[in-house]
Protein backbone atom coordinates (compact mmCIF):
# COMPACT_ATOMS: atom_id res chain seq x y z
CA UNK A 1 0.00 0.00 0.00
CA UNK A 2 1.73 3.08 -0.62
CA UNK A 3 1.66 5.77 1.92
CA UNK A 4 1.63 9.82 0.66
CA UNK A 5 3.01 12.48 3.41
CA UNK A 6 2.40 15.96 2.33
CA UNK A 7 4.01 18.96 3.73
CA UNK A 8 3.99 23.10 2.80
CA UNK A 9 0.67 24.18 3.70
CA UNK A 10 0.45 27.28 6.13
CA UNK A 11 -0.34 30.85 6.35
CA UNK A 12 0.30 33.57 3.93
CA UNK A 13 -0.96 36.77 2.67
CA UNK A 14 -2.88 37.19 -0.97
CA UNK A 15 -0.77 37.06 -3.98
CA UNK A 16 2.08 35.09 -2.19
CA UNK A 17 3.35 31.93 -2.97
CA UNK A 18 3.31 28.28 -1.88
CA UNK A 19 5.01 24.79 -2.95
CA UNK A 20 3.09 21.73 -2.02
CA UNK A 21 4.81 18.76 -1.43
CA UNK A 22 3.26 15.15 -1.63
CA UNK A 23 5.62 12.25 -0.67
CA UNK A 24 5.14 8.47 -1.86
CA UNK A 25 6.56 5.47 0.43
CA UNK A 26 7.71 4.23 -3.06
CA UNK A 27 8.48 4.89 -6.82
CA UNK A 28 6.02 6.93 -8.66
CA UNK A 29 7.58 6.48 -11.89
CA UNK A 30 4.94 4.17 -12.91
CA UNK A 31 2.24 5.35 -11.05
CA UNK A 32 -0.94 5.75 -13.47
CA UNK A 33 -1.73 9.59 -12.44
CA UNK A 34 -1.24 11.87 -9.74
CA UNK A 35 -3.20 14.70 -8.41
CA UNK A 36 -4.24 17.20 -5.61
CA UNK A 37 -7.81 18.12 -4.59
CA UNK A 38 -8.98 20.51 -2.16
CA UNK A 39 -11.66 21.37 -0.13
CA UNK A 40 -13.28 24.38 1.77
CA UNK A 41 -15.28 24.83 4.10
CA UNK A 42 -18.71 23.60 4.02
CA UNK A 43 -17.71 23.02 0.29
CA UNK A 44 -17.52 19.76 -1.74
CA UNK A 45 -13.87 18.05 -2.53
CA UNK A 46 -12.88 19.19 -6.16
CA UNK A 47 -9.95 18.23 -8.47
CA UNK A 48 -7.26 21.44 -8.51
CA UNK A 49 -4.41 19.74 -10.74
CA UNK A 50 -3.54 16.51 -12.15
CA UNK A 51 -0.61 14.59 -13.79
CA UNK A 52 -0.87 11.55 -15.72
CA UNK A 53 1.88 8.62 -16.08
CA UNK A 54 2.65 10.09 -19.57
CA UNK A 55 3.20 13.87 -18.06
CA UNK A 56 -0.32 15.55 -19.19
CA UNK A 57 -1.50 18.12 -16.59
CA UNK A 58 -4.47 19.51 -15.88
CA UNK A 59 -5.96 22.43 -14.09
CA UNK A 60 -9.56 23.61 -12.77
CA UNK A 61 -10.09 27.13 -14.45
CA UNK A 62 -10.00 28.44 -11.04
CA UNK A 63 -6.13 27.93 -10.51
CA UNK A 64 -5.24 27.43 -14.19
CA UNK A 65 -2.10 30.01 -15.13
CA UNK A 66 -1.09 30.15 -11.19
CA UNK A 67 -1.05 26.61 -10.03
CA UNK A 68 1.84 24.19 -11.42
CA UNK A 69 1.65 20.55 -10.26
CA UNK A 70 5.51 18.71 -11.36
CA UNK A 71 6.90 15.44 -9.91
CA UNK A 72 9.66 14.23 -9.06
CA UNK A 73 11.05 11.04 -9.92
CA UNK A 74 14.49 10.69 -7.89
CA UNK A 75 12.58 12.08 -4.52
CA UNK A 76 9.30 9.74 -5.43
CA UNK A 77 7.65 13.66 -4.59
CA UNK A 78 4.97 15.28 -6.42
CA UNK A 79 4.41 19.29 -5.99
CA UNK A 80 1.91 21.59 -6.22
CA UNK A 81 3.21 25.30 -6.70
CA UNK A 82 1.00 27.93 -5.95
CA UNK A 83 1.35 31.38 -7.34
CA UNK A 84 -0.51 35.03 -6.88
CA UNK A 85 -3.22 33.02 -4.09
CA UNK A 86 -6.02 34.45 -3.07
CA UNK A 87 -8.66 34.21 -0.25
CA UNK A 88 -10.57 31.85 -2.32
CA UNK A 89 -7.46 29.60 -1.87
CA UNK A 90 -8.67 28.47 1.36
CA UNK A 91 -8.67 25.10 1.56
CA UNK A 92 -7.64 21.84 3.25
CA UNK A 93 -5.56 20.63 0.62
CA UNK A 94 -5.38 16.51 -0.65
CA UNK A 95 -2.71 14.31 -2.58
CA UNK A 96 -3.93 11.53 -4.43
CA UNK A 97 -2.28 9.04 -6.22
CA UNK A 98 -3.20 5.88 -8.68
CA UNK A 99 -0.57 4.05 -8.11
CA UNK A 100 0.66 1.43 -11.05
CA UNK A 101 -0.69 -1.52 -8.12
CA UNK A 102 -2.31 -0.91 -5.08
CA UNK A 103 -5.12 0.61 -3.83
CA UNK A 104 -5.91 3.98 -4.29
CA UNK A 105 -3.62 6.27 -1.87
CA UNK A 106 -4.53 9.94 -0.30
CA UNK A 107 -2.59 11.60 2.11
CA UNK A 108 -3.72 13.17 5.43
CA UNK A 109 -4.23 16.68 3.84
CA UNK A 110 -2.42 20.07 4.70
CA UNK A 111 -4.00 23.15 5.32
CA UNK A 112 -3.59 26.51 3.55
CA UNK A 113 -4.52 29.85 4.83
CA UNK A 114 -4.63 32.38 2.09
CA UNK A 115 -5.53 36.18 4.34
CA UNK A 116 -6.44 39.50 2.97
Known amino acids: QVQLVESGGGLVQAGGSLRLSCAAS????????MAWYRQAPEKQRELVAI???????NYAEAVKGRFTISRDFAENTVYLQMNSLKPEDTAVYYC??????????WGQGTQVTVSS
Open 96 to 105: KARPDYGPIA
Open 26 to 33: RSIFNFND
Open 51 to 57: ITGGGTT
